[in-house]
């Protein structure tokens, strides 16, 4: 069992729908992350999040949103997506290692993402 | 050049087989080094940590090659469940957050 848990597991949305994708850890991490992940390859880092502060965005469209409200909880708002944005998202938790990340992340089991 | 590679597989082996992968990674200033298996359609799980000295957890055992810039995996007495994609994951010193995946490995262990 995953100690990252994201909702919903599947979601099928038109170009035009806004949606949230959330995930939630409880052990205690201070960085969360979002991956995107395609067929056959894998993961892509979109943002991290250090003690609930954006600190890493990798040149990710502005139709995705990132949003850490608090230490447990990461969510990811989704508006005007491209039929190309259809994929598996993931979230993931890691400690904050000394001088930065360099830990182990953990992801859970993602939301499979389909554009209309 | 890629910056993590693996040999994608599949690799096909009985039951009870020995069977190791290799990582090359291309950046000497990587730092921190882990395996990952990924079930298909399922999320990355840890497998484990890599470190300098070799580690092992119980069937698993990975090594380390600063010089060569290579890491290993071998699983012994490979087991059905054992069938799944190995990731082959660097960390790189400057970029602390971020992980970098090989493409992956993927096995197959037959009855």
């Known amino acids: 069992d995953t100690e990252v848990t994201q909702t919903p597991k599947h979601l099928v949305m038109g170009m035009t729908n806004k949606k949230s994708l959330k995930c939630e850890q409880h052990?205690?991490?201070?960085?969360m992350y979002w991956y995107k992940q395609k067929a056959k390859k894998p993961p892509e880092l979109m943002f991290v999040?250090?003690?609930?502060?954006?600190?890493i965005n990798e040149s990710v469209p502005s139709r995705f949103s990132p949003e850490c409200p608090n230490s447990s909880l990461l969510n990811l708002h989704l508006h005007a997506l491209q039929p190309e944005d259809s994929a598996l998202y993931l979230c993931?938790?890691?400690?904050?290692?000394?001088?930065?990340?360099?830990?182990?992340?953990?992801f859970g089991d993602g939301t499979r993402l389909s554009i209309l | 050049r890629k910056e993590v590679e693996q040999d994608p597989g599949p690799f096909n082996v009985p039951e009870g087989a020995t069977v190791a992968f290799n990582c090359t990674y291309s950046?000497?200033?990587?730092?921190?080094f882990f395996w990952y298996r990924q079930d298909c359609r399922k999320e990355p799980k840890l497998l484990m940590s890599?470190?300098?000295s070799g580690n092992e957890d119980g069937r698993f055992t990975a090594q380390l090659n600063r010089a060569s810039q290579y890491i290993s995996l071998l699983i012994r007495d490979s087991k059905l469940s054992d069938s799944a994609t190995y990731l082959c994951?660097?960390?790189?010193?400057?970029?602390?957050?971020?992980?970098?995946f090989g493409s992956g490995t993927r096995l197959l262990v037959r009855p």
């Open positions: 993931a938790s890691s400690h904050v290692g000394a001088g930065g990340g360099n830990q182990p992340q953990h």
């Open positions: 052990m205690g991490h201070r960085a």
């Open positions: 999040y250090s003690y609930e502060k954006l600190s």
């Open positions: 950046n000497s200033a990587s730092q921190s």
């Open positions: 890599v470190y300098s």
């Open positions: 994951v660097v960390i790189m010193v400057d970029s602390s957050y971020k992980l970098i």
